[in-house]
């Protein structure tokens, strides 16, 4: 009998749109959720963790853990969706819990090439009811069935971890807004319609460096002066256009707007706009 890979979702589309607003595929946070596959391991005692996101067209792993590898490794590498034992594991908002694969109505028929004894994969659940992945568990060396109690502990973590995802994509969301309404005004206070200025004077308000000729396009346009230190700031009309967007320095803390991030996600911005 051969494998049957799994049908997809019914709400595929809207569930591969959640992934991607996470924004996690691919990106430089997926060391985040180490944890959650330590946890996991400890709790379990499987040999190997994977922590998964299925976008559209790939699984996506963001961390991993192997018999031949005890540490975490983080990977944001990609493996077809299509043949995989994990894809079933979105169909249901339960665990697929197979602690022996060959006699498992999914897993029995699977190719196995590498030899696992004992499957269990819990699906990653926002709050919007969409799987965006799962956490799945093996052995490899023998058969380990689970009691129920630690089943329901492992699923707690794995909603901890959704919870946590939910609260990222969030910040995100608020972040793109804030954004968003910071450069209309900016263009509206200014008239200057270039997104490189914008960029430049956001990171003035954040406290951030700019260079030499930038710092001379600020000036110009009254935005910011030199100090007694010889600090670029902001004039008054400058904090009046900061207070207006209202991003101040705390605000923008709080949205994460800090050094590398800040300059990735405001290029990541005027990219989509």
């Not at 976008?55 to 995989?84: F, H, V």
């Not at 705390?250 to 990219?271: H, P, R, T, V």
């Amino acid at each position: 009998m051969n494998f049957i890979s799994a049908q997809l979702p019914d709400n595929e589309e809207r569930r591969a749109e959640a992934v991607e607003r996470t924004g996690l595929i691919d990106s430089n946070q997926a060391s985040l959720f180490n944890i959650y596959c330590e946890l996991a391991k400890d709790i379990t005692g499987y040999e190997a963790v994977l922590f998964q996101l299925f976008d559209s067209k790939e699984r996506c792993y963001l961390a991993e853990i192997q018999p031949e590898n005890n540490e975490t490794q983080n990977l944001n590498t990609r493996r077809p969706k299509d043949g995989s034992v994990c894809a079933h594991v979105l169909l249901d908002t339960k665990p697929l819990i197979a602690f022996d694969v060959t006699k498992h109505e999914i897993t029995k028929t699977h190719s196995n090439e590498k030899g696992v004894k004992s499957y269990i994969g819990f699906p990653i659940i926002d709050k919007n009811n969409y799987a965006l992945g799962m956490v799945c568990m093996m052995t490899f060396s023998r058969i380990k069935e689970l009691s129920q109690d630690k089943i329901d502990l492992v699923e707690k973590l794995i909603k901890k971890a959704a919870h946590q995802i939910d609260v990222m994509s969030d910040q995100k969301q608020l972040t793109s807004d804030r954004l968003i309404n910071a450069i209309d005004i900016f263009n509206q206070e200014t008239n200057i319609n270039d997104m490189i200025v914008f960029k430049n004077f956001i990171h003035v308000c954040n406290k951030m460096d700019v260079s030499k000729n930038f710092e001379k396009t600020l000036i110009e346009n009254d935005l910011c002066t030199i100090d007694f230190k010889s600090k670029l700031e902001l004039t008054d009309k400058g904090k009046k256009i900061q207070d207006n967007m209202g991003l101040h320095t705390k605000i923008m803390n709080n949205i994460k707007l800090e050094g590398k991030q800040a300059n990735d996600l405001i290029e990541g911005m005027l990219n989509e706009l």
